[in-house]
T-cell receptor, first 111, second 116 residues
Framework: DTAVSQTPKYLVTQMGNDKSIKCEQN?????MYWYKQDSKKFLKIMFS???????INETVPNRFSPKSPDKAHLNLHINSLELGDSAVYFC??????????FGQGTRLTVV | GESVGLHLPTLSVQEGDNSIINCAYS??????FIWYKQESGKGPQFIID?????DKRQGQRVTVLLNKTVKHLSLQIAATQPGDSAVYFC???????????????FGQGTILTVHP
């Protein structure tokens, strides 16, 4: 009965590869997010979708492309992975302007 | 004690003590505040929230205080338990009462360690 689930939990890949992280929520929320958490635990928003429409796009390299096929899913595709992309990526969802519920995170390691 | 520097602030307490975790925010337009708890290997988990028309809100063993004058938020945990050990984040949304989207922005985080 996981509310926000993302896969995979761990992802180890070589520089230059392309990878995707998937996220699904079963809470009926209309807003979904991707956050990046660095080694210092700082959580920074990357993207947000409301009703499948992109509403927040922070200063993120265009190698990162979110895709929302429907309101319950928000996937993150990353092209040409770099060492600096190594981090924990969190998916979250909420109703508009309310508390967000987070997934368990995807630890991405680029070698 | 509490320390602030290049690393995350840390707070160490004994089991049974009360803990106070502080957070400063800078955006005067922020009108909705949330405290999250993040345990190792997990995502942030909602603890308690407060809107800007309030200055105090209580939950089970937790109290959030909001001082809009000095843009300060605190989380008080009563009778702290080892299971409370985690990283605690404050987060804010500006213009949350409107119909447009407000961005959920996180603060730095504080590591709480509870010793048995």
């Amino acid at each position: 009965d996981t509310a926000v689930s993302q896969t995979p939990k761990y992802l180890v890949t070589q520089m230059g590869n392309d990878k995707s992280i998937k996220c699904e929520q079963n809470l009926g929320h209309d807003t979904m997010y991707w956050y990046k958490q660095d080694s210092k635990k700082f959580l920074k928003i990357m993207f947000s979708y409301n009703n499948k429409e992109l509403i927040i796009n922070e200063t993120v390299p265009n190698r990162f492309s979110p895709k929302s096929p429907d309101k319950a899913h928000l996937n993150l595709h990353i092209n040409s992975l770099e060492l600096g992309d190594s981090a924990v990526y969190f998916c979250a969802s909420s109703h508009l302007n309310t508390e967000a519920f987070f997934g368990q995170g995807t630890r991405l390691t680029v070698v | 004690g509490e320390s602030v520097g290049l690393h995350l602030p840390t707070l160490s307490v004994q089991e049974g003590d009360n803990s106070i975790i502080n957070c400063a925010y800078s955006n005067s337009a922020s009108d909705y505040f949330i405290w999250y708890k993040q345990e190792s290997g997990k995502g942030p988990q909602f603890i308690i929230d407060i809107r800007s028309n309030m200055d105090k809100r209580q939950g089970q063993r937790v109290t959030v205080l909001l001082n809009k004058t000095v843009k300060h938020l605190s989380l008080q945990i009563a009778a702290t338990q080892p299971g409370d050990s985690a990283v605690y984040f404050c987060a804010e949304i500006s213009n949350a009462g409107g119909t447009s989207y407000g961005k959920l922005t996180f603060g730095q985080g504080t590591i709480l360690t509870v010793h048995p």
